[in-house]
């Protein structure tokens, strides 16, 4: 037994070391020439570049804050929802403990049959939030955020989800990055995963966000290629949201179009790693399959025809904005077909080398996983909890979670959307509302 192994490794260290560039090449394109640059060197940008800098402005950063807490801007927070009972009344106090105080809470009940009604009210008659509005019709989470942007005063907006629990700073630091440079029109916090200990499924979600949002979305901020706002903690200046733009579009992928919307408006876009909430995801495969479904077809519904407009050289074209849609839809879509091309290649035409390909594929992968993981701590610093640290035993399940399981998903999704627009169809927005967005072109 002991000698098959050894032979085993042998085996594919000698098919390694005697590759010569052409075959290395020929065998490992999609990793070498795609993947190594998007989830490598741009990610060490963040130790190069971003975190220098943060150092080197830590003084303005400081300046900021005085003139924050000097103005002390009201800061409207918007919760939208429906059967979110059982975690308002933690958000609420979540709220209530954060060092910057001039909140004003408003919290919108989308049409629930649950106790969302009786806590709502009691978190109200207790002075925990400012306004409890109930729509008694479901109108969708837009429909319901809409609501509570005709009552909000604030001169920023910040729309949570209800299931999260933020930072006791987490509302400074995302407001912060406004009296820092008055270009920005939106700043989006960093979601983190609350219910990492339930299952492989979660864990897994958790180290792919703190690469995706912390890393992925710092770097993005950074070159100015933001493309996101997470919905479930973003922060708006009011005036634009509420005067130019008038609120959020239906639709699942509503944070991507409201981002898009502002870059459109000429706004910069920035993502503030320190501002920190932690949210509940899928703990099931199944579950995860349909939140990413919902995800992925919003990419083809809001970047390949509501907003293709930004593609086409027009009076009002910018090229950042072009770059940052195009990139989008290339490291999505157009790579994803990319990498069914490589898999039938080496199944059909290497399959003589398939099970070496694919084991030194996994190292090459796992490698790029640990480097990011690594990136991620450094920048998250003193915000991460010992678990997060734990994670790293979960490392070497990456590679077949986001190299095979999302982009089985991620390819049906497009397919389903190209072919059967099937976001107008899910039952996250109601029936109504997606029918008159899809007659609208919404």
């Known amino acids: 037994m002991l000698w098959d192994v050894f032979s085993t490794v042998q085996d594919f260290t000698h098919f390694f070391l005697y590759l010569d560039a052409d075959r290395i090449l020929h065998y490992f394109w999609m990793f070498l020439i795609f993947d190594l640059p998007r989830y490598v060197l741009l990610d060490l940008l963040v130790i190069f570049i971003y975190l220098p800098l943060k150092y080197i402005h830590r003084h303005r950063d400081h300046r900021a804050r005085q003139q924050l807490f000097k103005e002390r801007p009201l800061v409207s927070i918007i919760v939208p929802g429906k059967n979110e009972g059982k975690h308002l009344t933690k958000l609420a106090m979540s709220l209530r403990q954060q060092t910057y105080s001039k909140l004003e809470i408003i919290i919108v009940d989308d049409g629930s049959d649950d106790d969302t009604p009786v806590v709502g009210r009691r978190l109200k008659q207790q002075g925990l939030i400012d306004y409890f509005i109930r729509n008694e019709e479901r109108g969708g989470k837009a429909s319901a955020a809409n609501t509570g942007l005709i009552y909000a005063k604030g001169r920023f907006i910040v729309h949570l989800d209800a299931d999260l629990h933020l930072n006791n700073n987490a509302i400074e630091r995302v407001i912060l990055p406004f009296m820092i440079d008055e270009r920005i029109g939106m700043?989006?916090?960093?979601?983190?995963?609350?219910?990492?200990?339930?299952?492989?499924?979660?864990?897994?979600?958790?180290?792919?966000?703190?690469?995706?949002?912390?890393?992925?979305?710092?770097?993005?901020?950074?070159?100015?290629?933001?493309?996101?706002?997470?919905?479930?903690?973003?922060?708006?200046?009011?005036?634009?949201?509420?005067?130019?733009?008038?609120?959020?579009?239906?639709?699942?992928?509503?944070?991507?179009?409201?981002?898009?919307?502002?870059?459109?408006?000429?706004?910069?876009?920035?993502?503030?790693?320190?501002?920190?909430?932690?949210?509940?995801?899928?703990?099931?495969?199944?579950?995860?399959?349909?939140?990413?479904?919902?995800?992925?077809?919003?990419?083809?519904?809001?970047?390949?025809?509501?907003?293709?407009?930004?593609?086409?050289?027009?009076?009002?074209?910018?090229?950042?904005?072009?770059?940052?849609?195009?990139?989008?839809?290339?490291?999505?879509?157009?790579?994803?077909?990319?990498?069914?091309?490589?898999?039938?290649?080496?199944?059909?035409?290497?399959?003589?080398?398939?099970?070496?390909?694919?084991?030194?594929?996994?190292?090459?992968?796992?490698?790029?996983?640990?480097?990011?993981?690594?990136?991620?701590?450094?920048?998250?610093?003193?915000?991460?909890?010992?678990?997060?640290?734990?994670?790293?035993?979960?490392?070497?399940?990456?590679?077949?979670?986001?190299?095979?399981?999302?982009?089985?998903?991620?390819?049906?999704?497009?397919?389903?959307?190209?072919?059967?627009?099937?976001?107008?169809?899910?039952?996250?927005?109601?029936?109504?509302?997606?029918?008159?967005?899809?007659?609208?072109?919404?």
């Open 187 to 442: 700043v989006g916090g960093d979601v983190r995963v609350r219910n990492a200990d339930d299952s492989l499924t979660a864990r897994v979600q958790a180290i792919e966000y703190m690469k995706g949002i912390s890393v992925g979305r710092s770097v993005a901020s950074m070159v100015g290629m933001l493309r996101i706002v997470s919905g479930a903690f973003g922060a708006f200046r009011a005036d634009v949201l509420r005067d130019e733009l008038k609120g959020w579009d239906v639709g699942p992928g509503l944070d991507g179009d409201i981002t898009l919307k502002f870059r459109n408006l000429g706004w910069k876009i920035f993502h503030e790693p320190r501002a920190v909430c932690y949210t509940h995801v899928p703990n099931t495969l199944p579950k995860l399959a349909r939140q990413r479904l919902r995800w992925d077809r919003s990419i083809v519904r809001f970047r390949v025809r509501k907003h293709v407009h930004i593609l086409k050289v027009s009076k009002n074209f910018r090229m950042l904005d072009f770059l940052t849609v195009f990139e989008n839809l290339f490291s999505n879509i157009f790579l994803n077909i990319l990498w069914w091309m490589y898999l039938f290649q080496i199944v059909f035409f290497d399959s003589e080398f398939l099970l070496r390909i694919f084991v030194i594929n996994y190292f090459l992968y796992l490698a790029s996983n640990i480097i990011a993981y690594i990136i991620a701590l450094c920048l998250q610093g003193d915000t991460l909890r010992l678990k997060d640290y734990a994670l790293v035993f979960f490392l070497p399940l990456m590679p077949f979670y986001i190299g095979f399981y999302l982009r089985v998903v991620r390819t049906y999704a497009y397919m389903s959307e190209f072919i059967c627009k099937s976001s107008y169809n899910d039952t996250w927005n109601p029936w109504k509302v997606s029918s008159i967005a899809k007659k609208e072109g919404l």
